[in-house]
């Protein structure tokens, strides 16, 4: 009886399904060795950094400054103070009048004073007085050679002083009427043979004088004096040349008369002060005309 409790305690030990523990026996099935499989929620965790809480790198905006597509800006000069395209012979400007009312001063002409339209000999002139600037129409770039040709009528008291007519070219983009060409009509302005007299002057791109000529004596404002008669001025200019004429008289033909590379843009009147009365002279121009040659 013995042997058979102690026999079935040794089966009932050895038998498949139990192991001995530390705290008695544990039930295993098959009695097989036991793998312990790790839970994969217990692994450790490669956590990756969310890519919105990274640190954020701000890069500059580009400025904009011409559109994505945008060609190259070609920037034009002002057609007006360019030098123009000419050939000889081409009529560069021109002031007859002809559409201006009587009584008002030329269209697109400036002063500094007045001047008045008015009709003399059924044709419209330019009635012009002392201490007082008339600047025309002329906007373009002279070429390097072109003739000035205008009309003066001139009516005055022989024996008194009277204002002179001054015809100036000069460089708005430059000191104002600098440089350019003075051509100054004197009447009375001469002696006793010769009562009248022009003179010629010019000046450099800083204002200063460049060349002025010796008065020449001349008597045709005395000659035509209250006749109503147009005396015509011709003045001609090529590079640095510079010719001109009263009526078919030459008075001036100077080489280098003006500087290198002057370009001249602007032409005007300019009628002196001589503090006398406005009956002693009546004066008008017409018949304005530039043309390249």
Excluded at 193 to 222: C, E, M, W
Aim: proline fraction near 8%; aromatic fraction near 10%.
């Amino acid at each position: 009886m013995k042997k058979f409790i102690f026999i079935s305690g040794i089966i009932l030990i050895c038998s498949p399904g139990y192991s001995q523990t530390d705290t008695g026996f544990s039930n295993n099935p098959k009695g097989l060795p036991i793998t312990v499989k790790t839970d994969p929620k217990a692994l450790p965790i490669t956590v990756k950094p969310d890519p919105k809480n990274l640190p954020i790198t701000v890069k500059p905006s580009p400025t904009k400054t011409t559109a994505p597509n945008a060609l190259p800006i070609t920037v034009k000069n002002d057609p007006r103070s360019l030098p123009i395209t000419v050939k000889p012979g081409d009529k560069i400007f021109s002031a007859g009048f002809f559409d201006d009312a009587v009584g008002e001063m030329p269209a697109n002409w400036k002063t500094n004073k007045m001047g008045e339209i008015r009709m003399v000999n059924e044709q419209k002139w330019l009635r012009i007085s002392e201490s007082t600037d008339y600047v025309t129409g002329l906007t373009n770039t002279l070429p390097d050679s072109y003739k000035i040709e205008f009309d003066v009528l001139a009516d005055f008291n022989v024996g008194q002083a009277v204002p002179y007519i001054t015809l100036t070219l000069f460089n708005k983009g430059e000191k104002f009427r600098e440089p350019g060409i003075w051509f100054t009509l004197a009447p009375n302005g001469g002696n006793s043979q010769q009562r009248d007299k022009v003179q010629l002057s010019t000046k450099k791109i800083n204002g200063t004088n460049h060349f002025t000529a010796p008065a020449t004596l001349i008597k045709t404002f005395s000659e035509k004096n209250k006749a109503k008669s147009p005396i015509h001025v011709t003045l001609t200019v090529n590079k640095q040349n510079v010719k001109a004429w009263i009526d078919s008289e030459k008075v001036y033909d100077v080489a280098e008369a003006l500087p290198e590379n002057i370009k001249l843009n602007r032409m005007g009147f300019e009628i002196s002060s001589y503090g006398g009365e406005r009956t002693n002279y009546d004066y008008y121009i017409s018949n304005i005309q530039i043309t390249a040659l």
